[in-house]
Structures are given as C-alpha cells and as structure tokens.
C-alpha cells in the first residue's frame, strides 16, 4: 500500500510524486467510485471533442465528526519548485478539467464514518485540443485548521482532490525542451583540503500535448576528455504536464578543484530527445588569488621595462647632423663685343 496525497490549499496544493489509491489526509478521502471491473485508483477517461462524459465521485469522512465540503473540479499544474503534481484553487481560472467537469452538488455533508456519492459530468467542447488535459475533483473542508494542530486558524484550508487523467483524441505530440543551464562551482581555499561542490540548476519543459516521464542525464568531462561525472538524476517529476516548466536544481559533491569541466544535460522521454551545455574553470581562490597577483606583477614590471628603455633610447639617441647649404657660383659679367 502507497502513501496517499494530501493536498493543503494556503500552503501548498501539490501531491507527492508517488501514485496512491486514493487521495487521503487521514480525516477523509477522495476516489473513483469502482466500476464494475475493478476499483480505479484515479479517473482515467478520455473523449471526442464536443463529447460529454458523465462519473461518480466518492467522498468519505473517517472522523467521529459530520465534515462539510465544498465540491469543485479543478486543473492540474505542475509545481515549480520540484515538479510536483498540483491543482489550481477555487479563486484560479480554470481552462481544461476545472472548467469541463461540474459535480452535481457543490456542497455536501458528509456525516461521521460514512461515504457520500456524488455524480459529475464532463463536457469536453468543440474546440479542445488533442492531448492530456490533467485535473482533479477536489473536496475542500469549510473549516480553517492549523495544520497540525488541530485548532482553527485563519487563511488555511484543507482539501483532498482524486486526480482526473482526461485524454481528449486526435494527434499526439512528445516534445521536451531543456535549457537555462548555470553552473555555480564552490571549492575550499587551499587545493586538497575539503571538497569542491557544482550546483547545477536547469530548466526543463514540455511543449508537446502529452503527459511526459523525463529521464534526465547529467555528464562532465574534463581536460584531455576525462570522464568526471556520468549521472542519470532522481530529483526530477515523474509526471511533467503537457504545456508546463519547473526550475531544477542537482548538487554535484566531489567536483574537481583545479581543472577545466564542459558539462551536458540531456533530457529524453519516449519520442523526444533534448540536451543543454555549459562549461567552467575550477580554480581554488588561493591559486587563484596567487595568479591573480603573478599577473598584477608582471604586468607591472613590463611597464616598467617599457619605460626604462624608452629613457635610455631617448638618452643616447643622436642629435640631428645639419648639412651645409651649397652656394652657387658666381657668374662672371659677360664681355661685350
């Protein structure tokens, strides 16, 4: 059994990464209601454009208490802190599933230990485009609780949302893009003592129509084509929305001190193939602070150079020789005949 979703309007409104059954914060609970198969972890459906689907949502309260809700549909985001999985609140507009799906009753009680049933419809309209278009039908508690504490606080609402995968037909596109790569390096003062430490944060994209999987390489190499770092990294959403961006981050411990390093990220994802580079000198301050100076000094030296020999050419350099004019002959008045 997987760990269920909470998700916290005011704070965060995110699921973990992670898949879940159904969508739990352990007072109640979101789901499908089971088909006659099987019972369905979310909502998968899809449709034609103009086409209308009709489902039944299940909301129950395990507290000793009677919980009241409101009931609403909502779109799917990505978070752009770490990727994951969110939905917009009640006061965000709503293009896709938000804007589809309308419950029967928006507002509901649910008395204590019991499951209530509500219907929905989804009318996907003319004009929608082909692909995924993500959302969830979320109960939001009337009540404000400070989270964990159990008291009432202003600001703060909880809510529970079962995820909606709607696929509207026609022709699909996987297209991922990777960029903004930047590269801070951190190293110790003295070569050797310490560790040197990369941040590598890049941004990475969908900007294709379908829900994207991301596999995410990270490799370095350094002078002469030294293998430093061949990495397939973790820290990356499992679920990146069609039309959606998130801002990573990935620290490389143990990067080198005194070297030159040309780094590539690819991303890829069945159909797509995208990478991103970037390079950096790994200079320690103290060697570089020492070069620095070396280079100071020289520069000041070769001035001075410069200038001595242009005062000692200046002093024995020659004074110009003038030359005498030469004068013209005289001529001798002519005779007269």
Known sequence: MRKPYVL???????????????ADNGSWSVYPVASKIAARPYFYLSADPGQTLTDKVAVQ??????????????????TARDGGFAVRTLQEPMRGVGAWAKPAKSRISVPAHTTVTVPFTLHVPDGAGPGDHPGAIVALDMRRVAPGSGRLALGVRQAVGARVYLRVSGPTLPALSVGQLHISHHQPLIPGLGTGTATVTY??????????????????????????????????????????????????????????????????????????????????????????????????????????????????????????TPSRPRSSPSARP
Do not use: C, H, I, M
Request: aromatic share 6%.
């Open 8 to 22: 916290l309007l005011g704070l965060l409104l995110a699921w973990p990464a992670t898949p879940a059954r159904a």
């Open 61 to 78: 309260n395990k507290t000793g208490k009677p919980l009241t809700f409101r009931l609403y549909a909502a779109d799917a985001y990505n």
């Open 203 to 324: 941004t990475l994209r969908n900007t294709g129509n379908v829900t994207l999987d991301p596999k995410v390489e990270l490799k370095a190499r350094g002078l002469f084509g030294r293998t430093l770092l061949d990495r397939e990294l973790s820290r990356v959403p499992s679920e990146l929305l069609p039309g959606q961006r998130v801002r990573l981050t990935e620290t490389w411990r143990g990067s080198p001190q005194l070297d030159r390093a040309d780094v590539t990220l690819t991303a890829s994802a069945p159909g797509t193939r995208q990478s991103a580079s970037a390079s950096f000198v790994a200079l320690p301050w103290l060697v570089a602070a020492l070069v620095f100076v070396a280079g100071v000094a020289s520069g000041v030296l070769l001035v001075r150079a410069r200038r001595g020999r242009v005062r000692r050419s200046a002093r024995v350099r020659p004074s110009p020789r003038v030359r005498p």
